[in-house]
């Protein structure tokens, strides 16, 4: 592939061909947003080449940036061996990395020696600066070379200290045993292995304070300060074709990159990947790891102790090495970093992920979505089922240990299950007892400001705050799941007998030598059906979410039949918290998307509310790259018989609709080749019509022109549908006769209204059956409405706010579906809408930008059906 570099302004853009004009306005205006460390909204219609236009826009900015950057520098350094200049010249421009506030204007009046000394003062400070980063950069290879050995013996060393800790914990345990005078009772020996189960002394911050040096290890190994690019997109499928883009491209030799991800995504130790579970990976890849220093000192152990019944030492991952991480470590220190969604958005999983986004550039892919994905992994719930499950396993590991837990654990530990029961109490259960046979007396759904569910749960006097730190640094869910993990076979709920027989039983199980115990580990167990993670962490969750500020979200109550499927959740109402950060820190964010209308979602919820003035925002559309006569989006408004086409809620069941829905696919279906895509607005809605079809005998009818493929409710089966409808058509396409084609039923926001390509035959004509509004009656819904309508202002001649919501909810959905189709600049398709409601401007202005202009609205259905013949004959003679 040639490199064909590309000037536009004046900035030169590497490129693998010669792009579109539409390319080129995308990586100009891209460059400027990067440069003027803007927001940037992008929207570059599907099969316009959005990918290599991020990629080669934001290289080319980053690789001027590092360059202006580096000539900066020697130019000023070059300065220093000069005379300082007479005061006159105006202070250099710098880089973000080493720019400064610029002072406050000097007072009227001061003489000229008082301010040549300030700004003479000012330059030698900043050249000190620019020596001292040019020095570092020219020690990085020294310091890279360095850092492996440096890591290694901090790494030994804090082994040292971890040892000596213990020691001396054992010690104090000792002394405090011998202090108890010898009718003590002895603490009750620990099974190999069992001694990490055990909570480590807790302190809080305030009892740690800066004398213990936290962290303070860390501190010389933090990663040097260097520009990078975070790209982020929906899904790993969507990274990986990214990362193939940008190996592709121009700057594919030349540019540092590394993918981020979870261990269920990126482990390549088949046993531990094949477990399933997040948190079981996550637990099995740390245990495993933690394996390596054990299994030394369990086989040590054993030939002091022949006589003991040996355990089957825990098998050490084979592709766990620490020298090669560290070299790794020092290998990527890169400039383009791509990761999903919840690495990026979720403040906790950044940390955790080490990605620091101070001064730095972020991409937001796929972003059509972004405002929903913010809530969804913002938002939580815990069923009742759990929170019981929860409190049972909490309460038998503090049983368990209690004699081994120090006062600060025991106290936490005991607020956790306060918590827990008052949580089961508001649902209107007992912890006591099973909840899968608790009956519920009051039903139905219940929403509550965040400090009212509070109050009602008797919890306003904890200070969450506390128990959140505790659980994220004493890491109990950890401990728990490991504990329940040994031995999960004796933790069930209770069922018939009393919880304290039960657990009595439980403890006699496990004293030495005693023949009836639990049931054996689960590593010598059936590793096939792997448990779910521990309810514990679920709680956490929720927990988290709780301490939110009041205004920002709602607690949801949801009282079913029994307490084991009723549940707690918390929904986010307002996504600008969680996003302010990432606006603030960032040097410049860019949203893109294929279809990004309405774009006064992301101006008003989430950019206003988190702070953007309106001037930093910048708005780029393009149009798409496929002659003007390659598409025919039409907005039908009645069917063959004349009837109005308004898929109401009250109309849409109607059997003459459903007929009328019929005869317009039947029409469509003799006049289009190749592949019919028909989405519909819910599955509950293409079963019933699915169903009267068959019933009326119009499904037959169709079937005579193109074979029917129904999307599956399981994603599971979705690949082989696709396969088979894909199959067909090819089929069709060859042998030729009767049956023409597929015609595919779907579902607005379903499986196959996102991510998939039904280019060329595989979808010359996409129809939506309807407008898919949300169910207004959600509780949900009904709150982030109210929410809104209060929140934002109403400008005139709009819609509220929350009614703005409902209808762009609807209209994004649609965009998602008619995107399906027109992948490539040589395609072509139709695009009909069956509803009258498409027709009202404020419907027509939230369609895609590329289709506005060319969307016709037909009254009636001759004229539309005349001018789908014409398009589909005319486009099908020339392919």
């Known amino acids: 592939m040639a490199n064909k570099t590309q000037e536009v302004g004046g900035i030169h853009f590497p490129f693998p061909f010669t792009p579109y004009s539409i390319q080129k306005d995308f990586m100009a205006e891209l460059y400027q947003v990067l440069e003027a460390g803007k927001i940037g909204i992008f929207e570059s219609p599907t099969g316009t080449g959005k990918s290599l236009s991020l990629i080669c826009g934001a290289l080319s900015w980053l690789r001027d940036f590092e360059q202006k950057k580096r000539q900066e520098e020697a130019r000023l350094l070059e300065t220093?061996?000069?005379?300082?200049?007479?005061?006159?010249?105006?202070?250099?421009?710098?880089?973000?990395?080493?720019?400064?506030?610029?002072?406050?204007?000097?007072?009227?009046?001061?003489?000229?020696?008082?301010?040549?000394?300030?700004?003479?003062k000012e330059e030698?400070?900043?050249?000190?600066?620019?020596?001292?980063?040019?020095?570092?950069?020219?020690?990085?290879?020294?310091?890279?070379?360095?850092?492996?050995?440096?890591?290694?013996?901090?790494?030994?060393?804090?082994?040292?200290?971890?040892?000596?800790?213990?020691?001396?914990?054992?010690?104090?345990?000792?002394?405090?045993?011998?202090?108890?005078?010898?009718?003590?009772?002895?603490?009750?020996?620990?099974?190999?292995?069992?001694?990490?189960?055990?909570?480590?002394?807790?302190?809080?911050?305030?009892?740690?304070?800066?004398?213990?040096?936290?962290?303070?290890?860390?501190?010389?190994?933090?990663?040097?300060?260097?520009?990078?690019?975070?790209?982020?997109?929906?899904?790993?499928?969507?990274?990986?074709?990214?990362?193939?883009?940008?190996?592709?491209s121009p700057f594919g030799k030349d540019t540092r990159l590394v993918s981020l991800g979870s261990r269920q995504n990126l482990c390549v130790n088949e046993d531990v990947k094949n477990l399933g579970s997040m948190q079981l990976i996550n637990d099995r890849c740390m245990e495993m790891q933690r394996s390596k220093h054990e299994n030394k000192s369990r086989a040590e152990e054993e030939e002091k102790e022949p006589k003991r019944r040996r355990r089957e030492p825990r098998t050490a991952c084979p592709f766990y090495n620490y020298t090669r991480l560290q070299r790794l470590r020092d290998e990527v220190l890169v400039e383009l970093v791509v990761l999903p969604y919840q690495m990026l958005l979720h403040a906790a999983t950044r940390q955790a992920a080490g990605v620091r986004l101070q001064g730095q550039v972020v991409i937001i892919d796929e972003a059509h979505n972004l405002i929903d994905t913010?809530?969804?992994?913002?938002?939580?719930?815990?069923?009742?089922?759990?929170?019981?499950?929860?409190?049972?396993?909490?309460?038998?590991?503090?049983?368990?240990?209690r004699k081994r837990l120090k006062a600060k654990n025991l106290m936490y530990i005991k607020q956790i299950l306060y918590l827990l029961e008052k949580f089961v109490t508001v649902l209107g259960g007992n912890i006591k007892q099973n909840p899968d046979t608790q009956s519920l007396s009051q039903t139905g759904t219940e929403l509550k400001t965040i400090n009212d569910f509070l109050f009602q749960s008797q919890i306003d006097n904890i200070n969450l705050f506390k128990v959140q730190r505790y659980c994220e640094k004493s890491m109990v869910s950890r401990k728990l799941f490991g504990f329940t993990e040994r031995y999960g076979a004796v933790l069930a709920l209770p069922r018939e007998q009393p919880r304290l027989a039960g657990f009595q039983h439980f403890l006699q199980s496990l004293q030495p030598?005693?023949?009836?115990?639990?049931?054996?580990?689960?590593?010598?167990?059936?590793?096939?059906?792997?448990?779910?993670?521990?309810?514990?962490m679920r709680v956490e969750s929720f927990l988290a979410a709780l301490?939110?500020?009041?205004?920002?979200?709602?607690?949801?109550?949801?009282?079913?039949?029994?307490?084991?499927?009723?549940?707690?959740?918390?929904?986010?109402?307002?996504?600008?918290?969680?996003?302010?950060?990432?606006?603030?820190?960032?040097?410049?964010?860019?949203?893109?998307?294929?279809?990004?209308?309405?774009?006064?979602?992301?101006r008003e919820q989430l950019l206003a509310c988190a702070g953007v003035e309106a001037e930093r925002v910048v708005e780029f559309s393009c149009g798409h790259v496929i002659p003007p006569d390659n598409i025919l989006p039409l907005?039908?408004?009645?069917?063959?018989?004349?009837?109005?086409?308004?898929?109401?809620?009250?109309?849409?069941?109607?059997?003459?609709?459903?007929?009328?829905?019929?005869?317009?696919?039947?029409?469509?279906?003799?006049?289009?080749?190749?592949?019919?895509?028909?989405?519909?607005?819910?599955?509950?809605?293409?079963?019933?019509?699915?169903?009267?079809?068959?019933?009326?005998?119009?499904?037959?009818?169709?079937?005579?022109?193109?074979?029917?493929?129904?999307?599956?409710?399981?994603?599971?089966?979705?690949?082989?549908?696709?396969?088979?409808?894909?199959?067909?058509?090819?089929?069709?396409?060859?042998?030729?006769?009767?049956?023409?084609?597929?015609?595919?039923?779907?579902?607005?926001?379903?499986?196959?209204s996102e991510g998939i390509n039904f280019s060329d035959?595989?979808?010359?004509?996409?129809?939506?059956?309807?407008?898919?509004?949300?169910?207004?009656?959600?509780?949900?819904?009904?709150?982030?409405?109210?929410?809104?309508?209060?929140?934002?202002?109403?400008?005139?001649?709009?819609?509220?706010?929350?009614?703005?919501?409902?209808?762009?909810?609807?209209?994004?959905?649609?965009?998602?579906?008619?995107?399906?189709?027109?992948?490539?600049?040589?395609?072509?398709?139709?695009?009909?809408?069956?509803?009258?409601?498409?027709?009202?401007?404020?419907?027509?202005?939230?369609?895609?930008?590329?289709?506005q202009d060319r969307v016709e609205v037909k009254a009636t259905f001759g004229p539309a059906f005349a001018a789908l013949r014409k398009f589909h004959h005319e486009k099908s003679g020339l392919s």
């Open 513 to 536: 030598g005693v023949t009836e115990g639990p049931a054996a580990p689960v590593e010598e167990a059936d590793a096939r059906a792997p448990r779910p993670a521990s309810p514990l």
């Open 124 to 248: 030698r400070d900043l050249v000190d600066r620019l020596k001292e980063e040019q020095t570092r950069r020219k020690k990085r290879e020294e310091r890279l070379q360095q850092i492996r050995h440096n890591a290694q013996l901090k790494y030994v060393a804090k082994r040292e200290r971890q040892e000596e800790d213990e020691t001396e914990r054992l010690l104090r345990l000792s002394r405090e045993v011998l202090a108890a005078g010898t009718g003590a009772e002895p603490l009750e020996q620990l099974a190999s292995g069992e001694e990490e189960l055990v909570l480590s002394e807790y302190e809080s911050d305030e009892e740690k304070g800066a004398a213990n040096g936290l962290g303070e290890d860390e501190d010389d190994l933090e990663e040097e300060h260097i520009t990078k690019i975070y790209y982020c997109s929906r899904t790993h499928s969507q990274l990986a074709q990214f990362v193939h883009e940008v190996q592709k």
């Open 374 to 401: 913010i809530t969804s992994i913002h938002s939580t719930d815990v069923s009742g089922s759990q929170l019981c499950q929860a409190h049972s396993q909490l309460f038998q590991y503090m049983e368990r240990y």
């Open 80 to 120: 220093e061996t000069a005379p300082l200049n007479d005061g006159k010249a105006q202070p250099p421009l710098l880089s973000s990395s080493c720019q400064e506030t610029p002072d406050t204007l000097r007072p009227a009046g001061e003489p000229d020696w008082v301010t040549q000394f300030v700004q003479k």
């Open 547 to 602: 301490t939110t500020a009041n205004q920002d979200g709602r607690v949801i109550l949801s009282r079913q039949g029994s307490l084991s499927q009723s549940s707690l959740k918390f929904l986010l109402l307002n996504p600008a918290v969680p996003f302010a950060q990432v606006v603030k820190e960032c040097r410049a964010v860019v949203i893109a998307g294929g279809t990004m209308q309405p774009v006064s979602d992301f």
């Open 635 to 752: 907005i039908i408004c009645s069917g063959p018989s004349n009837r109005q086409l308004e898929f109401t809620y009250l109309k849409r069941e109607l059997p003459q609709m459903m007929d009328e829905t019929g005869r317009v696919l039947c029409n469509l279906c003799n006049v289009v080749p190749g592949g019919v895509v028909c989405f519909f607005p819910s599955y509950e809605y293409q079963r019933q019509v699915h169903a009267h079809w068959d019933k009326t005998g119009l499904l037959a009818r169709l079937a005579v022109k193109k074979t029917i493929f129904q999307e599956p409710k399981r994603a599971s089966q979705v690949e082989q549908v696709l396969m088979d409808y894909s199959r067909c058509i090819k089929c069709c396409g060859q042998v030729g006769g009767v049956v023409t084609g597929a015609l595919l039923l779907s579902v607005v926001g379903g499986k196959m």
């Open 761 to 851: 035959n595989l979808g010359r004509c996409v129809v939506v059956v309807g407008m898919p509004y949300p169910n207004i009656k959600s509780p949900e819904l009904q709150e982030k409405v109210a929410y809104l309508d209060h929140t934002l202002p109403r400008r005139p001649g709009q819609l509220p706010p929350g009614k703005a919501l409902v209808e762009n909810l609807c209209m994004k959905a649609v965009n998602q579906s008619i995107g399906r189709a027109i992948r490539h600049q040589k395609d072509f398709a139709s695009i009909v809408l069956l509803d009258q409601r498409y027709a009202r401007p404020s419907i027509l202005a939230k369609l895609p930008g590329w289709i």
